[in-house]
Protein backbone atom coordinates (compact mmCIF):
# COMPACT_ATOMS: atom_id res chain seq x y z
CA UNK A 1 0.00 0.00 0.00
CA UNK A 2 1.51 3.93 -0.92
CA UNK A 3 0.17 6.62 0.64
CA UNK A 4 0.85 9.96 0.27
CA UNK A 5 -0.97 13.13 2.67
CA UNK A 6 0.09 16.51 2.94
CA UNK A 7 -1.79 18.91 5.93
CA UNK A 8 -1.49 22.51 5.87
CA UNK A 9 1.58 22.55 3.95
CA UNK A 10 3.72 25.72 3.74
CA UNK A 11 6.69 26.63 1.50
CA UNK A 12 7.57 30.35 1.12
CA UNK A 13 10.58 31.82 0.56
CA UNK A 14 12.38 35.39 1.10
CA UNK A 15 13.35 37.30 -2.09
CA UNK A 16 14.47 40.58 -1.02
CA UNK A 17 14.99 42.83 1.89
CA UNK A 18 14.88 46.46 1.03
CA UNK A 19 14.81 47.50 -2.19
CA UNK A 20 13.09 50.38 -4.30
CA UNK A 21 11.00 47.62 -6.32
CA UNK A 22 9.47 46.43 -3.38
CA UNK A 23 9.13 49.24 -1.32
CA UNK A 24 5.14 48.73 0.61
CA UNK A 25 4.07 51.23 -2.04
CA UNK A 26 4.89 48.74 -4.47
CA UNK A 27 3.57 45.35 -2.59
CA UNK A 28 0.06 45.57 -4.30
CA UNK A 29 1.30 45.48 -7.59
CA UNK A 30 3.43 43.19 -7.05
CA UNK A 31 1.72 40.79 -5.58
CA UNK A 32 -1.23 40.80 -8.00
CA UNK A 33 0.71 40.82 -11.32
CA UNK A 34 3.71 39.59 -11.54
CA UNK A 35 4.14 35.95 -12.90
CA UNK A 36 4.25 33.55 -10.52
CA UNK A 37 3.53 32.47 -6.96
CA UNK A 38 1.54 34.62 -4.62
CA UNK A 39 3.69 37.26 -2.46
CA UNK A 40 3.59 38.47 0.96
CA UNK A 41 5.53 41.45 2.87
CA UNK A 42 6.46 41.08 6.37
CA UNK A 43 7.92 43.86 7.75
CA UNK A 44 10.56 44.91 5.37
CA UNK A 45 10.49 41.40 3.55
CA UNK A 46 8.37 39.90 0.72
CA UNK A 47 7.86 36.53 0.85
CA UNK A 48 7.16 33.74 -2.15
CA UNK A 49 4.64 31.35 -1.06
CA UNK A 50 5.65 28.55 -3.47
CA UNK A 51 3.06 25.82 -2.03
CA UNK A 52 0.33 27.65 0.04
CA UNK A 53 -1.83 25.25 2.24
CA UNK A 54 -1.89 22.54 0.80
CA UNK A 55 -4.52 19.39 1.99
CA UNK A 56 -4.64 16.26 0.30
CA UNK A 57 -4.60 12.56 0.21
CA UNK A 58 -2.99 10.24 -2.66
CA UNK A 59 -3.98 6.41 -2.68
CA UNK A 60 -3.08 2.92 -4.68
CA UNK A 61 -4.46 3.76 -7.96
CA UNK A 62 -4.32 7.31 -8.20
CA UNK A 63 -2.76 8.41 -11.43
CA UNK A 64 -2.24 12.30 -11.23
CA UNK A 65 -1.69 14.75 -13.73
CA UNK A 66 -0.27 18.10 -12.53
CA UNK A 67 -0.75 20.83 -14.31
CA UNK A 68 -0.70 24.72 -13.64
CA UNK A 69 0.89 27.82 -15.11
CA UNK A 70 4.53 28.75 -14.95
CA UNK A 71 5.73 29.18 -11.51
CA UNK A 72 2.27 27.64 -10.09
CA UNK A 73 4.42 25.10 -7.55
CA UNK A 74 4.66 22.10 -9.95
CA UNK A 75 7.91 21.13 -9.83
CA UNK A 76 8.38 22.32 -6.42
CA UNK A 77 5.67 20.48 -5.22
CA UNK A 78 7.21 17.20 -6.56
CA UNK A 79 10.40 17.94 -5.08
CA UNK A 80 9.18 18.61 -1.98
CA UNK A 81 7.43 14.89 -2.07
CA UNK A 82 10.58 13.54 -3.43
CA UNK A 83 12.26 15.21 -0.08
CA UNK A 84 14.54 17.13 -1.83
CA UNK A 85 13.09 20.70 -0.54
CA UNK A 86 11.79 20.68 2.54
CA UNK A 87 7.81 22.33 4.12
CA UNK A 88 8.34 25.52 5.91
CA UNK A 89 5.34 24.42 8.08
CA UNK A 90 3.02 21.73 7.86
CA UNK A 91 3.26 17.76 8.21
CA UNK A 92 3.44 15.36 5.33
CA UNK A 93 3.04 11.94 5.72
CA UNK A 94 4.48 9.04 3.00
CA UNK A 95 4.12 5.53 2.76
CA UNK A 96 6.32 3.46 0.34
CA UNK A 97 9.26 4.14 -1.76
CA UNK A 98 9.47 7.47 -4.28
CA UNK A 99 11.50 7.70 -7.36
CA UNK A 100 11.62 10.35 -9.39
CA UNK A 101 12.46 11.63 -13.31
CA UNK A 102 12.94 15.25 -12.31
CA UNK A 103 15.71 17.65 -14.05
CA UNK A 104 19.07 16.54 -14.46
CA UNK A 105 20.09 18.78 -11.18
CA UNK A 106 17.86 17.30 -8.78
CA UNK A 107 18.75 14.19 -8.68
CA UNK A 108 22.66 13.48 -10.10
CA UNK A 109 25.80 15.51 -8.54
CA UNK A 110 27.04 16.63 -11.44
CA UNK A 111 30.64 17.04 -9.41
CA UNK A 112 30.99 13.36 -9.35
CA UNK A 113 31.81 10.43 -12.02
CA UNK A 114 28.83 8.67 -13.36
CA UNK A 115 29.71 5.66 -11.14
CA UNK A 116 29.99 7.86 -7.94
CA UNK A 117 26.44 9.01 -9.06
CA UNK A 118 25.01 5.62 -9.26
CA UNK A 119 26.71 4.93 -5.57
CA UNK A 120 24.54 7.89 -4.30
CA UNK A 121 21.49 6.93 -6.10
CA UNK A 122 21.56 3.41 -4.62
CA UNK A 123 22.01 4.73 -1.20
CA UNK A 124 19.75 7.07 -0.90
CA UNK A 125 16.98 3.77 -2.09
CA UNK A 126 18.34 2.31 0.82
CA UNK A 127 19.87 -0.18 -0.78
CA UNK A 128 16.39 -1.71 -2.69
CA UNK A 129 18.73 -3.17 -5.40
CA UNK A 130 21.95 -5.14 -6.05
CA UNK A 131 24.49 -2.39 -6.36
CA UNK A 132 26.64 -4.49 -8.94
CA UNK A 133 23.58 -5.55 -10.61
CA UNK A 134 22.55 -1.81 -10.72
CA UNK A 135 25.62 -0.69 -12.24
CA UNK A 136 25.60 -3.49 -14.93
CA UNK A 137 22.05 -2.78 -15.91
CA UNK A 138 22.90 1.09 -16.37
CA UNK A 139 26.25 0.42 -18.23
CA UNK A 140 24.68 -1.51 -20.65
CA UNK A 141 21.34 0.56 -21.05
CA UNK A 142 22.66 4.13 -20.68
CA UNK A 143 25.85 2.84 -23.30
CA UNK A 144 27.91 5.55 -21.99
CA UNK A 145 30.89 3.47 -21.66
CA UNK A 146 34.18 5.14 -20.34
CA UNK A 147 32.09 8.45 -19.77
CA UNK A 148 30.62 6.80 -16.43
CA UNK A 149 34.35 7.00 -15.07
CA UNK A 150 34.22 11.05 -15.87
CA UNK A 151 32.12 13.75 -14.12
CA UNK A 152 28.87 14.32 -14.83
CA UNK A 153 29.56 18.00 -15.31
CA UNK A 154 30.96 17.44 -18.79
CA UNK A 155 27.87 15.63 -19.89
CA UNK A 156 25.84 16.69 -22.92
CA UNK A 157 22.22 16.90 -21.52
CA UNK A 158 21.16 14.11 -23.47
CA UNK A 159 24.06 12.08 -21.31
CA UNK A 160 22.81 13.46 -18.77
CA UNK A 161 19.28 12.12 -19.24
CA UNK A 162 20.68 8.79 -19.92
CA UNK A 163 22.53 8.35 -16.81
CA UNK A 164 19.10 10.05 -15.14
CA UNK A 165 16.70 7.63 -16.85
CA UNK A 166 18.74 4.32 -16.66
CA UNK A 167 19.19 5.19 -13.28
CA UNK A 168 15.52 5.81 -12.12
CA UNK A 169 13.82 3.42 -13.92
CA UNK A 170 15.75 0.11 -12.79
CA UNK A 171 14.04 0.71 -9.24
CA UNK A 172 10.54 0.25 -9.11
CA UNK A 173 8.72 2.52 -6.49
CA UNK A 174 5.50 2.45 -5.31
CA UNK A 175 5.73 6.49 -5.92
CA UNK A 176 6.69 7.80 -9.27
CA UNK A 177 7.05 11.62 -9.64
CA UNK A 178 7.81 12.68 -13.55
CA UNK A 179 8.20 16.29 -14.32
CA UNK A 180 7.84 16.79 -18.55
CA UNK A 181 10.87 18.83 -18.44
CA UNK A 182 13.06 15.77 -18.18
CA UNK A 183 13.62 13.85 -21.88
CA UNK A 184 15.14 10.63 -21.96
CA UNK A 185 17.92 11.10 -24.83
CA UNK A 186 18.26 11.53 -28.16
CA UNK A 187 15.51 9.72 -30.66
CA UNK A 188 17.60 6.28 -31.53
CA UNK A 189 17.71 6.27 -27.04
CA UNK A 190 13.39 6.95 -26.50
CA UNK A 191 12.20 4.21 -28.98
CA UNK A 192 15.00 1.98 -26.90
CA UNK A 193 13.16 3.06 -23.47
CA UNK A 194 9.90 2.81 -24.30
CA UNK A 195 9.46 -0.93 -23.57
CA UNK A 196 11.41 0.47 -20.05
CA UNK A 197 9.23 3.16 -19.47
CA UNK A 198 6.13 1.40 -19.84
CA UNK A 199 7.31 -1.44 -17.56
CA UNK A 200 8.28 1.19 -15.05
CA UNK A 201 4.96 3.25 -14.69
CA UNK A 202 2.79 0.06 -14.56
CA UNK A 203 4.79 -0.92 -11.18
CA UNK A 204 4.18 1.89 -9.25
CA UNK A 205 0.75 2.40 -7.44
CA UNK A 206 0.78 6.39 -7.38
CA UNK A 207 1.91 8.02 -10.25
CA UNK A 208 2.36 12.19 -10.56
CA UNK A 209 2.72 13.32 -14.21
CA UNK A 210 3.82 17.12 -14.32
CA UNK A 211 2.65 17.77 -18.33
CA UNK A 212 0.88 19.61 -21.00
CA UNK A 213 -0.38 16.85 -23.02
CA UNK A 214 -3.78 17.07 -22.92
CA UNK A 215 -3.51 13.34 -24.88
CA UNK A 216 -1.29 11.71 -22.66
CA UNK A 217 -3.21 13.05 -19.52
CA UNK A 218 -6.22 12.13 -21.05
CA UNK A 219 -4.73 8.59 -21.51
CA UNK A 220 -2.40 7.99 -18.78
CA UNK A 221 -4.46 10.12 -15.55
CA UNK A 222 -7.50 9.61 -13.51
CA UNK A 223 -7.16 12.58 -11.33
CA UNK A 224 -5.71 16.02 -12.16
CA UNK A 225 -4.34 18.20 -9.29
CA UNK A 226 -4.64 22.27 -10.75
CA UNK A 227 -2.19 24.61 -9.38
CA UNK A 228 -2.42 28.52 -9.61
CA UNK A 229 0.12 30.69 -7.62
CA UNK A 230 0.96 27.54 -5.04
CA UNK A 231 -2.57 26.20 -4.23
CA UNK A 232 -4.06 23.28 -5.96
CA UNK A 233 -7.57 22.70 -7.23
CA UNK A 234 -8.28 18.66 -7.08
CA UNK A 235 -10.34 17.35 -9.83
CA UNK A 236 -12.11 13.60 -10.00
CA UNK A 237 -12.08 13.80 -13.72
CA UNK A 238 -10.15 14.46 -16.37
CA UNK A 239 -12.33 16.53 -18.62
CA UNK A 240 -14.04 18.72 -15.91
CA UNK A 241 -9.88 19.96 -14.88
CA UNK A 242 -8.52 20.27 -18.33
CA UNK A 243 -12.21 22.91 -19.01
CA UNK A 244 -11.43 24.46 -16.05
CA UNK A 245 -7.66 24.84 -17.05
CA UNK A 246 -8.38 26.70 -20.49
CA UNK A 247 -11.38 28.72 -18.58
CA UNK A 248 -11.25 32.62 -18.19
CA UNK A 249 -12.06 32.13 -14.42
CA UNK A 250 -8.60 29.57 -14.16
CA UNK A 251 -6.48 31.87 -16.51
CA UNK A 252 -7.82 35.44 -14.44
CA UNK A 253 -5.22 36.91 -12.56
CA UNK A 254 -2.54 35.08 -13.57
CA UNK A 255 0.46 37.59 -14.30
Known amino acids: MAKI ?6 LRIP ?25 EVVGNTVYSKILDNLNFEC ?55 GYENIKLFWLHHNKSVDLNSLISSVEEFSELGDFLKMPVKIYSSGMSARLLFSLTTFIKPDILLTDEGIAAGDEAFKKKSKRLMDEYLDSSK ?22 KKGSITIFNSIDEGLNYYNSSLYNSNID
Do not use: W
Open 5 to 10: TFKNVY
Open 206 to 227: IKFFASHSFDFIKKNCNKMFLM
Open 15 to 39: LIGQSRLFQKKNEKKFTKENLGSSK
Open 59 to 113: VDGDNIALMGHNGSGKTTLLKVIAKIYHPSSGQIDIEGSVSSLLDVNSILNTDCT
